[in-house]
């Protein structure tokens, strides 16, 4: 009888513990995509401000170099294709990552996670490489450089951020903090993933296509 | 230099091409979902078509400035 009280009871809490989860994980969520909403405008403000310099400040673009007098290069957009490959590619290797989880495919998740995970560094050596051979100035060389740098400096310190999350992820589902019906976080990190490649998209077209 | 940047292209070309349809064949699964995470997914996976677009045309030399000098 008291074995059956028990069980009865702990039934309950799980119950409970069911409710509370699913009550907060909507409001974790939407407090997540909210925080990606202010992302978004900290982005925006740096990429309108970019927009009104390239139109406004220097008939010509890239401007001249203040020092040579001469217009400074463009950028090597080749290359930049291939990195933005790369990041997009991670994007979809994170996605495959978190339906594997779902279906509870665990070989197929750490492939995926870490294939994201290594696609994300290649990224970012990618950026170090360019940031070591574009000659336009360096940060404080020109305009041109200043926007370059500041812009995707801060998209290189949030791909810096998703890897170390995406590896904190990884080692949180081998410690079997999430199970098929809770994963808040791998959700969070998926879509914080989606988000920093999405901003390239932008860069990449303003830096280099534009 | 001019041969490194055709091998660029050319992968960047062939990646843009496979990246693209991972992520079509993604939104697609995603599509009939109607949850917030599901919505905002199926944004940023379009988005993300879309920047696999872009590197396509910059392959290509349909956009502008990648047939142009490098930096």
């Known amino acids: 009888m008291a074995v059956a009280a028990h069980a009865h009871g702990h039934a309950d809490a799980h119950g409970h513990d069911e409710v509370i989860y699913r009550e907060t994980r909507d409001m974790r969520l939407l407090g997540f995509v909210l925080f990606l909403c202010s992302d978004v405008v900290l982005f925006s403000s740096f990429i309108f401000a970019y927009i009104y310099l390239r ?56 492939l995926f996670m870490w294939l994201t995970i290594i696609l994300g560094t290649c990224f970012l050596l990618g950026q170090a490489y360019e940031y070591t051979h574009a000659k336009i100035g360096g940060w404080s060389g020109s305009i041109f450089g200043a926007s370059f740098f500041t812009l995707t400096g801060m998209h290189g310190f949030h791909v810096f951020v998703g890897v170390v999350y995406l590896l904190i992820l990884w080692i949180q589902s081998m410690r ?12 969070a990190g998926t879509l914080y993933w989606h988000f920093v490649d999405v901003i390239w998209v932008a860069l990449f077209f303003l830096f280099y296509l534009w | 230099m001019d041969a490194l940047a055709g091998i660029e292209k050319v992968v960047a070309l062939v990646g843009a091409i496979v990246v693209a349809v991972f992520a079509v064949i993604a939104l697609r699964g995603e599509w009939q979902k109607t949850g917030l995470d599901d919505q905002v997914t199926k944004l940023l996976l379009g988005l993300m078509a879309f920047g696999c677009i872009l590197v396509l045309l910059a392959a290509t030399g349909v956009l502008p400035h990648l047939s142009g000098g490098t930096a």
């Open chain 1, 55 to 110: 139109t406004s400040v220097s008939p010509t673009w890239p401007p001249l170099d203040p020092v040579s007098g001469h217009q400074l290069p463009r950028l090597d957009v080749a290359f930049a294709a291939v990195n933005s490959v790369v990041l997009f590619g991670s994007g979809v290797t994170m996605h495959f990552a978190m339906e594997n989880w779902k279906h509870a495919k665990r070989g197929a998740y750490n």
């Open chain 1, 176 to 187: 079997n903090v999430y199970d098929q019906d809770h994963f808040f976080g791998l959700t």
